[in-house]
């Protein structure tokens, strides 16, 4: 009699793994395709072009080239995680990769664009986790540090001057800005004389940033959100003074986050519709903003869907490129 062979479970699941890792990639692109389906059946592409048609060419044209900016700025974040994470993917391929994440982040949530697809187009790539967690980090740390120190220079100058039927007046809002100023500062002082550098949380380390890489965070945060103002001040037609513009999409911005609906849809227009009445109409507001969406939402996530589709069908060809490259520079000599 012959004794019965049991494959041991790592062999098992060894074997198992491919299926597994093939179904796990149909049925992220079946979530990919099915919310981007649902929003193109949200969206009322009459009213869309409607809305277009009533714009001047030169409206749109630095509407578009402002949004170009705002893009090419963003794309700069993983150009910085790059250093941070010391990986060696080009340049070249970074770009297309943190283009397709952002828009995608802004149309279907933070989840799909800015972790799914991160996660798995760099890893396709030959990115590890662990470099792929730390270029997120980085990105997520140079919004959020550019947004902290320009929303809270424009609150505590009194720029902005809430409704007097908001519950934060304009002290509350002054104090506000003070805080997240002090926040940012606390930040870079960190990152200047920190004598601890990482620390590592369940089993990833985070790495501190040196000051020089964090003042270059607090700059492209800053000018991204900058440039998505003045996308906002063209659409609106240049009606509002764009300092003010500014303001408003800080705050709603921040409103936006806090009631977590992809896109802030529906929070933005009420926060520039109360905060312009005086100054606009409401439905001159609601249209720009519905202009904005379209020129720095919509176009951008049509344009990334399909390099999406390109860096999906040229991911293995690239990854082997890049191995090839790393197989190819010479290796650092031992020291005894």
Known sequence: MTEARHDPPTSRWKRAWPVIKKLLTYAFFILVVGLLVGLARNVDWSEVATTLRNYSAGTLLLAGAATLTSYAVYC?????????????????????????????????????????????????????ASQITSVFTLSILTNWLGYLWLAGLIFAMGWISPPADWEIGQTALRALGFGL???????????????????????????????????????????????????????????????????ILMISSMAGVLAHIPAGLGVIEAVFAAMLVDQMSQGAIVGGLIGYRVVYFLIPLMFATLVYVILEARAKKLRSGNQAQSDEEPQPRRTA
């Open 76 to 128: 700069c974040y993983d150009v910085l995680g790059k250093r941070y994470a010391r990986h060696d993917l080009p340049v070249r391929q970074i770009i297309p990769v943190t283009f397709v994440c952002y828009a995608f982040n802004l149309n279907l949530s933070a989840w799909v664009g800015g972790i799914a697809l991160r996660y798995r187009l760099y890893s396709r790539l030959g990115l590890g």
């Open 181 to 247: 100023l002090l926040a940012a500062a606390v930040y870079l002082l960190a990152c200047g004389i920190s004598k601890r550098r990482h620390w590592t949380i369940r089993q990833h380390e985070i790495h501190l940033p040196s000051l020089r890489l964090a003042v270059f965070q607090m700059l492209l945060g800053a000018a991204n959100w900058s440039l998505m103002a003045l996308v906002v001040y063209f659409m609106l037609s240049q009606k509002a003074p764009y300092p003010q513009v500014l303001g």
